[in-house]
């Protein structure tokens, strides 16, 4: 090889060098631009379904691709097959699906990335709970029942001990519609005298959401005990509420609860941001719950 030949080769090897260390930067710079991009998760209680109202259900996807979330978890999917739980994810641009069950009321998950590890647990539940794994995150999604404080207590239990039996002990979301107060709202509650209408409830419909005269702060007391961190108080100072809307008439505050939360586990902590019970024109009738929704940036495994 002579010395005009071997200068071409030394250039073209260092031009190749130069362009795989470029690549190489490139992608590291990508990954860890997707590791700090947050995603944007939603849990939304769709009232029946949406009613099984088609005009109702293309309002909601209307307003879904406006809010482009990353994750959603569904409950009140009622007689929903899991072929339209597809459909309906893909018309807001989330093609994976699952679904905790196919008759009555269930839970249920839409995403942009892949749901893996699908666990369902409907025995022993009013409406059964799920859990799935997402960018590696563990999504529970919940639906308390909506009777019974002592029914809710054994539920919540359930799906704890569940957690633990699999094993899932960290990058925890339990999300969803719990029919449980929370104790940091209970200046709100207290001032706006949300006992009175409760007691009457109870005693009119046989519900049993205050326990003995008291409001009942049990459920998300037992999250917070057993680690978990209810990202709305960890967040927002002050009262607002999720049910109901507007969609039965005004609502009167000795009716406003906040009863619909995103809990997380001690290890998100830093990851969770913007907690926002979603208010809008929309959201105002589209179902009887607001929806819910937090920012939260996937940790490094």
Do not use: C
């Not at 409907?122 to 859990?131: R, V």
């Not at 907690?275 to 809008?280: H, M, N, S």
């Amino acid at each position: 090889m002579g010395s005009a030949e071997f200068y071409k080769y030394s250039s073209i090897l260092g031009d190749m060098k130069r362009i795989t260390l470029f690549l190489l930067l490139l992608l590291a710079t990508t990954q860890v631009l997707k590791a700090q991009t947050p995603l944007k998760i939603i849990s939304y209680n769709v009232y029946n379904y949406f009613e099984s109202e088609a005009a109702r259900k293309a309002r909601f996807v209307t307003w879904a691709k406006a809010q482009d979330a990353d994750v959603i978890a569904y409950q009140e999917l009622v007689n929903i097959s899991g072929e339209e739980l597809k459909a309906l994810g893909k018309s807001i641009g989330h093609p994976y699906t699952a679904l905790a069950k196919e008759k009555g009321y269930s839970v249920g998950l839409s995403s942009k990335y892949p749901i893996t590890e699908v666990k369902r647990i409907i025995e022993g539940m009013h409406h059964g709970f799920m859990t799935a794994k997402i960018e590696d995150l563990n999504f529970v999604v919940v639906h308390l029942s909506p009777f019974k404080h002592e029914k809710r207590r054994g539920e919540v239990a359930l799906i704890t001990d569940s957690l633990q039996r699999w094993a899932i002990t960290k990058k925890i979301l339990i999300m969803g519609d719990m029919n449980s107060l929370a104790a940091s709202d209970s200046m709100s509650y207290n001032r706006l005298d949300r006992l009175t209408p409760m007691l009457k409830s109870d005693s009119s419909s046989n519900l049993s959401n205050a326990s003995n005269g008291h409001l009942d702060y049990e459920i998300p007391s037992y999250l917070i005990q057993k680690g978990f961190i209810d990202t709305w108080s960890m967040k927002t100072k002050g009262f607002n509420f999720s049910y109901p809307t507007l969609v039965f008439g005004p609502v009167p505050d000795a009716s406003k609860e906040r009863i619909d939360y995103i809990f997380i586990s001690s290890d998100l902590q830093k990851n969770a941001t913007k907690p926002i019970i979603v208010k809008d024109a929309m959201t105002d009738q589209l179902s009887d719950h607001y929806p819910i929704s937090i920012l939260l940036v996937p940790p490094h495994s």
